[in-house]
């Protein structure tokens, strides 16, 4: 399962990236609205939002990218590891 994970905070990425690969995941994490979001997000299984610490650019571009490629979204106000567990372990 291929997950995009949208927000949240920049020193946390490699926990992110971490935790999705402990539930088999392979994962890529946008923590900032740059150039290279419009066209490396591809076409994920799910995308999640970390609503609190994005931008509102960003939410519509990845609900666009979602509408696109037909992948699930979750939203979540927090962007901590316990949340990233509980929308994973609901997912794989």
Do not use: W
Request: hydrophobic share 40%; charged share 20%.
């Amino acid at each position: 399962m291929s997950v995009v994970i949208i927000g949240g905070n920049d020193r946390m990425e490699r926990l992110y990236i971490d935790t999705c690969k402990n539930y088999g995941c392979k994962a890529k994490v946008f923590t900032q609205m740059k150039r290279k979001l419009m066209h490396n997000i591809g076409s994920p299984d799910l995308i999640i939002l970390f609503t609190n610490t994005v931008a509102h650019n960003m939410v519509n571009y990845a609900l666009g990218e979602a509408k696109r490629c037909s992948a699930k979204v979750e939203r979540c106000h927090s962007s901590s590891l316990a949340s990233l567990n509980n929308i994973l372990s609901s997912y794989v």
